[in-house]
């Protein structure tokens, strides 16, 4: 038996050197490599078992007990062998013969050559596997052969070493030889995985890694792990008998290294994940739990030094609420330079090839593909793409306009895409045959840039939904998902809980959610600080919760903004809707003799000041923050005061400035009252969002901005608003905006801090 951490001894074992196969001395001379293989499974005689594997039953070890039996059938040669006496150790193997390029399949027919257009396009050997099979491509001599029969109808390949290939056949995995000089293997409940020689595979399964053309024998995986893939751990150039292998926790969702040879427990690597992408012997590449609305990030994590870095996916990728690219897959470049990854197209029923790039910690979508990833119970990892074996181009399948399949050809460098003009045979998954094991060290990972460009403190965020809240270090990339709980206890109030909400402070940000207030920090907890109905702003430096009314009284309890510290609140009769620097903001519903009006009211003397006192109609509170209330009225040709221009008056110096062609609607107050952000409607530069200085008086187009979506403010004059391509984010000075590529901001629902 194989024991942890331990390789099985020959003794324990099949040792199948010399024994005479009775099939040409080709096939005999490969039995020697074979040891250490998995048992056929015991059970009754299957006549529906895949070939290669309907002997290792009781009944045939009865009379195959005795030596080597050998049975031909119209696709392959199924070698069975066995050892004399009572065995569970009886080996199938596959060992394919020559098919023409005529050989038929119920999918459809095999085409007699390859067109040149393709040949020309891609001059590398590759394998298909799709509703036509599995089919070999010699691009050189022009020629198509089936390379192994299969009973799925649809089998795919799904990985690759050298010039081994693996083919997924509904439950079971192949090994082809595309050489001839290893039979084919078939294996139930195991997958393989790439070993770091050329042409090694590992077959893993049951809580166990066995070798495969080796004779390196076979390991017990530590308890709730799986492998991934072999692993050259802090050395690339380690010998692969003093390798390790990444591994899974499949109860935990984390990733670890481990050796067998070593008494230490597997060690861990950073982060927990949803999704493995892609695998080498060095890296892993992973989507976490910090996949959110906000932004999603392609993690990948250097094996050696446990370094990780993340590169958002260059697209929002929600689909239905839900991250679409949970369902991404994706393949290292040979080199380690890249990820390749196939990401699901929210919008549509395909994929969009994407190219991570982990030299300059960028991404791009370089090509829509006819198909997207397969997900879901029982899918395979099969891909429509591969790497050239130099790793400067990739080639896909993709359908033309008549529905064909076709191959594209993209340069990794440039991203330029050529067509094929020919079609190959339905397929749905591709591997390059003669790509090298990545056992040579990848390029040195470089730390997550800042996603502005520059170290700017600045955290964004906003409310996913009624229940969760996210938040983006733009420094480090990091999402945090916190989930809000319901409300410990409810007081007694007439006051209805308000929808949650939140406020931008100069040290983190307000939130009130039910009856609860929170502190929300940069990084780490929130912090239960008040019982709430709602928050009044003042400036960056403070503002006011609402506590629940008691009887005629309203309770306004202060909030520092720098630390959220909570201070003396003060009583009031109305519940004010804004405060400045003069008191609080109160809205007085219309009566008989009078329409709406708004006032500031002093908290200590009192004494009020009406706003618009001369307008005859009435009056909408848009906004009021620092010395400023941003208000409309005077609406002479619609009932809507949003609709009616913007006045803005300093409560200070008492001067109201009328801004007839702004959108009340798409309109943001800086949380100090500085400046407003704005659309006008109408003249020069309608439509295009600006930034408004009330120190100045000066106007600045938003460069870069669509209008559409709405504005959020950060520290330090930065904006967040929305560009033709992505998020961008601004501050005087700079000539142009930073593209925060892939974030999906809910502009109206986020704050930056």
Partial sequence: MARHGHRTHAADTDDLAGIDLGVDPAAASVASQYRFLNDVPEGPDNDAAPAGRR?????????????????????????????????????SLRVPKAVTATTTNPAGAVPPKLDASVRALWPVPFMLGGAAGILSVDPQRGTITRAVTTHSPTPEVSNRNGE????????????????GA????????????????????????????????????????????????????????????????????????????????????????????????????????????????????????????????????????????????????????????????????????????????????????????????AVGPGSSTGLPFDWSPNSKALVALNRDTSGHTRLDRIEASSGLVRVSRGTVPPSSSLVTIGTPPSNRAAPWLHRTRPLLGEQTGLVLAQLENSNTLERLDLDTGGVDRLLLGQPDVVPQTSDAAGAPSLLPLRGGALLVHGFDAWWVP?????????????????????????????????????????????????????????????????VLPPTIDHPTTIDVVDPHTHARVGIGAHTTTNLALLAAAGDVVVWSGDCTTTNDPSLCGVRITNVVSGVTQHHDNWAARELKLAPDGHAVLYVPTAGEGAG??????????????????????????????????????????????????????????????????
């Fill in 55 to 91: 002997f290792g039953t009781r009944r045939a070890r009865a009379w195959l007990a005795a030596g080597t039996a050998v049975v031909v059938t119209a696709a392959a040669t199924t070698a069975i062998l066995t050892r004399p006496g009572p065995s569970r150790r009886d080996i």
């Fill in 164 to 179: 081994v290939v693996v083919v997924t056949d509904g439950r079971q995995q192949l090994l082809v030889d595309t050489t």
């Fill in 182 to 373: 290893k039979p084919t293997l078939s294996r139930r409940g195991e997958t393989f995985i790439a070993g770091l020689v050329r042409g090694q595979f590992w077959a893993t399964g049951a809580g166990k890694v066995t070798a495969i053309y080796g004779t390196m024998g076979t390991f017990r995986l530590p308890h709730d792990y799986e492998a991934l893939a072999q692993a050259a751990g802090f050395d690339p150039s380690t010998p692969p008998a003093e390798s390790g292998y990444l591994l899974h926790n499949t109860a935990l969702q984390t990733l670890a290294f481990w050796r067998p040879d070593s008494p230490d427990s597997p060690r861990a690597l950073p982060g927990h994940r949803q999704k493995i992408v892609a695998v080498r012997s060095d890296r892993v590449a992973w989507i976490g739990t910090d996949c959110g609305e906000l932004r999603c990030a392609l993690h990948v994590t250097d094996v050696r030094s446990g370094l990780d870095v993340t590169i958002g996916f260059p697209f929002p990728t929600i689909a239905n609420g839900q991250p679409a690219s949970l369902d991404t897959l994706g393949r290292f470049s040979p080199d380690g330079r890249y990820v390749a990854a196939l990401v699901p197209d929210p919008a549509a029923p395909s994929g969009r090839l994407t190219l991570f790039d982990l030299q300059t910690g960028t991404a791009r979508s370089v090509l829509e593909l006819s198909t997207a990833p």
């Fill in 522 to 586: 940069p990084q780490g907890r929130l912090r239960r600080i008040a019982t709430a109905v709602a928050m009044v702003p003042e400036n960056s430096d403070r503002a006011w919760l609402v506590e629940p009314a008691n009887g005629s009284t309203f309770s306004l309890v202060p909030v520092d903004g720098t630390t959220g510290a909570t201070g003396t609140p003060v009583k009031t009769f109305v519940r004010p809707e804004a405060a400045v620097s003069k008191g609080f903001v109160e």
């Fill in 688 to 753: 295009v969002p600006g930034l408004f200085d009330f120190t100045t008086g000066r106007s600045t187009p938003l460069p870069g901005g669509n209008g559409i979506g709405g504005f959020a403010w950060g520290r330090n004059g930065w904006v967040f608003y929305a560009t033709d391509g992505s998020l961008g984010a601004w501050r005087p000075g700079l000539t142009g905006p930073r593209l925060v590529a892939g974030a999906t901001l809910l502009l109206e629902n986020a704050v930056g801090f």
